[in-house]
């Protein structure tokens, strides 16, 4: 049922609240002036109503400690964004998961992450009937930690540009059956930026009971399965099981998701995957491209379990061994003899002097799950490698 609370015009909520019956007695009875008063009596008591509600669920937010960033800053498109020192887009996505479920635990609201088909980003699952709830409590975490709200299903293709604590940026609300939630987000040099394309999404399940086993049943298709039983147990699964972007070795908590979930994704790859990054030219310039590979590596591919530095010619002073990187000196030509590199895994990347990681990516994207690579009939084009 859509949220009562969420209709802006007067006489949208006279038609909801007064039954037909009344209201043809009404309009033959009563003088136009009297209808538009008890109209706008009606909506103003809602919107008292709904003031007090929000202010509950912002206090609640706040009780939680959420909201807290280093700073604010205002984004290329002129929206509102945040800054986090070590920012990364898995980091990122995990900021976003912690925020929404502890709003949604804060209002005593039931969730669990769904595997969506698209997963570069986390979806979370609530019962449609909780949805005036979850909208009230969003919007206060919104407001406390300034970030926008769109309609997914179904679609907006505006780009949202008011916050979502205010009430305008609501006004799909009631039809969606799901939102996306986006928070603008930078580190401190400003050069990453999380935008549309990130967030997290919210799925409004229904109850089926109907059937011989009560289901819930999801607004769109997952990787798993639409409908589940109502009572299925919660149980705990690691992020790089729902999102194929995410570092499987990360020290993150796990979020919960139903058993009927937990389940070998098709596009699983369960064996480690290495990156070899090749450095020539012992120029400035070199140094850069070699930064920039390493710096595109841990944003984008962080699943890699080890980078490997093939230095064919004196390396930088600022590059030495550490947790998951490895730097060998070697001659020119090495290029040839990779697979006599120690420790290095079966499966790897390999990015030659200038090559970079430009966009999320997933170990599916260079290998089969049973260890074959994945095929290809031509060259990278541009269109593939902004696609998401």
Request: hydrophobic residues 40%.
């Amino acid at each position: 049922m859509s949220d009562p609370t969420s209709m802006n015009s007067a006489v949208q909520v006279y038609k909801r609240f007064v039954p037909d019956p009344l209201r043809a007695a009404a309009a033959t009875t009563l003088p136009d002036g009297m209808r538009r008063s008890v109209k706008r009596s009606v909506a103003q008591t809602l919107r008292r109503r709904e003031a007090r509600l929000h202010q509950r669920a912002l206090r609640r937010v706040r009780r939680a400690g959420l909201g807290r960033s280093e700073r604010r800053t205002p984004a290329p498109d002129g929206r509102v964004g945040h800054v986090h020192t070590g920012l990364t887009i898995d980091l990122a996505r995990r900021f976003d998961h912690d925020l929404v479920t502890r709003a949604l635990d804060s209002a005593g609201i039931c969730w669990f992450a769904v595997p969506a088909l698209d997963d570069r980003r986390i979806c979370l699952a609530v019962e449609s009937r909780d949805k005036g709830a979850v909208r009230r409590v969003l919007r206060a975490l919104l407001e406390e930690h300034t970030g926008y709200v769109t309609s997914v299903s179904p679609a907006q293709p505006d780009t949202p540009e008011e916050p979502g604590s205010h009430v305008k940026a609501w006004k799909h609300y009631a039809k969606a059956r799901v939102v996306r939630l986006v928070w603008l987000r930078t580190e401190p040099t400003e050069n990453l930026w999380t935008s549309d394309d990130q967030g997290i999404e919210i799925e409004f399940w229904t109850r089926n009971t109907n059937l011989p086993t009560e289901r819930l049943i999801g607004p769109r298709p997952n990787r798993v399965q639409r409908a589940v039983p109502s009572d299925a147990p919660g149980v705990e699964i690691g992020f790089d099981r729902l999102c194929g972007y995410s570092d499987a070795d990360a020290a993150l908590e796990p979020t919960v998701t139903l058993e009927t979930f937990d389940v070998v994704r098709l596009d699983e790859v369960d064996f480690p995957v290495d990156a070899v990054v090749l450095f020539e030219h012992a120029t400035s310039w070199g140094e850069e491209l070699l930064r920039a590979a390493l710096r595109s590596l841990y944003q984008y591919a962080p699943w890699t379990a080890t980078v490997h530095v093939v230095a064919q010619t004196a390396p930088p002073a600022w590059l030495s061994d550490a947790e998951g990187l490895n730097v060998v000196g070697a001659r020119p030509g090495a290029e040839a003899l990779l697979h006599q590199l120690p420790h290095l895994a079966p499966h790897f990347l390999l990015l030659r002097p200038g090559a970079v990681v430009g966009r999320p990516v997933r170990p599916f994207d260079y290998f089969m799950p049973g260890g074959a690579a994945r095929p290809r009939r031509g060259r990278w084009t541009a269109e593939e490698s902004t696609a998401p």
